[in-house]
């Protein structure tokens, strides 16, 4: 057997160990040359150094066309200016929220904190799509937790905070509205104020409560105005004063708040921290009732019932009651049966009775199951069944009501 020399026993690639770095330097060389050379072939775009999101003050610069052909080759930040351009109608664009909403969420997909919020809020609140709680909450939930973002934290709470499709969870809402208001957010440290003062979710805490709305009244939150005045008018967080209480609610009304509107117009008619103004009063309430106040409706329904403070009006009377029994008031949805069963202030309908009576029954309100009952038997099979329907009826309208 031939012996094998010491030199031989080496394996290949120790013995040859120099013709394979050449090998991969000379590979390499070719590769390189034939990248340089497809860079050189390929056509140069404009808007080519924002395909990786470079930066939002480069995407800012961009003309219409160069942004839509940024945002359609996926360039998030693009996406982004493209939804707010359609949102608003910015930058040469027509208003379209469902185009709006499909950049955007485009941009939230691809992991842009802000499109994420801003994708969540469309949800939310049903703009450019169907409103939808659970996808609010999917696009939420990253930026509250991760980001701490004080936005996304206000809407965690909002969502549960009861009637969004989630259990109501007022201790969960409240630790979101308290992080959401840490981070400076007006509306989050309204809702946590509200909630100490009302002491839902939390321990009532009647002089925290007045730091948090009055923090939020100065970061613009128009709704704690009311909450304010409450406190004032009562004494509780602070020394009670009906002149700073009507201010309060002035402000509100000023501004547009329906609440405001309403307990203003309450100091007047009963001469509070104002001097007693049937007019004024009067003027204020029926503003409140126009901004949707159902408990306006039923105040001013009452007193056109009483003739108390406002000449009697039965016809009134009913008008107000009836808006309020339309916006769901279950109390004035009984009311309306007993009114329309015997005429008071509007013709005597068994039909309309019957069917206030059905949907305040079905609403919870007891008295109204019996008074249905009682006037059932005082009806054939054909009005029973045309009441029937015309409680239907009248819950499509009151849908569509609430919608508009």
């Keep these: 057997m031939r012996e094998i020399v010491p030199d031989q026993r080496r394996p290949f690639y120790v013995r040859y160990w120099i013709i394979i770095p050449s090998c991969l330097i000379l590979s390499v060389a070719v590769i390189i040359y034939a990248w340089s050379d497809a860079t050189e072939a390929s056509p140069k775009l404009s808007y080519t150094p924002f395909l990786n999101q470079k930066s939002s003050a480069e995407v800012d610069s961009l003309s219409i066309s160069d942004l839509l052909a940024a945002a359609e080759s996926g360039n998030a ?131 925290l409560a007045v730091g948090y709305l009055k923090a939020s009244v100065n970061g613009g939150a128009v709704g704690s105005l009311v909450y304010l005045g409450w406190a004032y008018q009562l004494g509780e967080g602070v020394e009670k004063d009906l002149k700073e209480a009507a201010r ?63 000449p009697k009006d039965a016809y009134l009377a009913s008008k107000y009651f009836l808006d309020a029994a339309r916006s769901g008031d279950v109390e004035c949805q009984f009311v309306m049966g007993v009114r329309y069963q015997y005429g008071i202030g509007c013709p005597i309908s068994p039909t309309e009775a019957y069917a206030w009576f059905n949907i305040a029954s079905a609403n919870g309100e007891t008295k109204a199951a019996e008074s249905r009952e009682a006037l059932a038997k005082t009806l054939n099979h054909g009005q029973i069944a045309a009441a029937q329907k015309r409680s239907r009826d009248i819950l499509v309208e009151m849908e569509g009501e609430k919608r508009e």
């Design 77 to 207: 930040l693009a996406q982004l200016r493209l939804a707010n351009g359609y949102r608003e109608g910015l930058f040469g664009f027509t208003k379209d929220d469902k185009k709006s909403f499909e950049w955007i969420l485009k941009a939230a997909k691809a992991g842009i904190p802000d499109a994420k919020i801003k994708a969540g809020e469309c949800y939310f609140r049903g703009i450019g799509t169907e409103q939808d709680f659970e996808n609010a909450h999917e696009m939420f939930h990253a930026p509250a937790t991760e980001l701490n973002d004080p936005t996304a934290q206000l809407y965690m709470g909002l969502l549960y905070g009861g009637g969004r499709g989630f259990p109501c969870r007022d201790d969960v809402a409240v630790e979101w509205f308290k992080k959401s208001a840490a981070g400076g957010n007006a509306l989050g440290a309204a809702n946590y104020g509200r909630a100490l003062f009302d002491g839902r979710g939390v321990a009532k805490d009647a002089n």
């Design 248 to 310: 309060l609610y002035r402000l509100a009304a000023d501004k547009g708040d329906a609440a405001g509107y309403h307990y203003l117009s309450m100091l007047y008619l009963n001469g509070e921290g104002v001097i007693k103004d049937i007019d004024l009063a009067l003027k204020w309430m029926k503003a409140s009732c126009v901004a949707g106040d159902v408990g306006a409706m039923k105040r001013l329904g009452n007193l056109y019932h009483t003739g108390e403070e406002l």
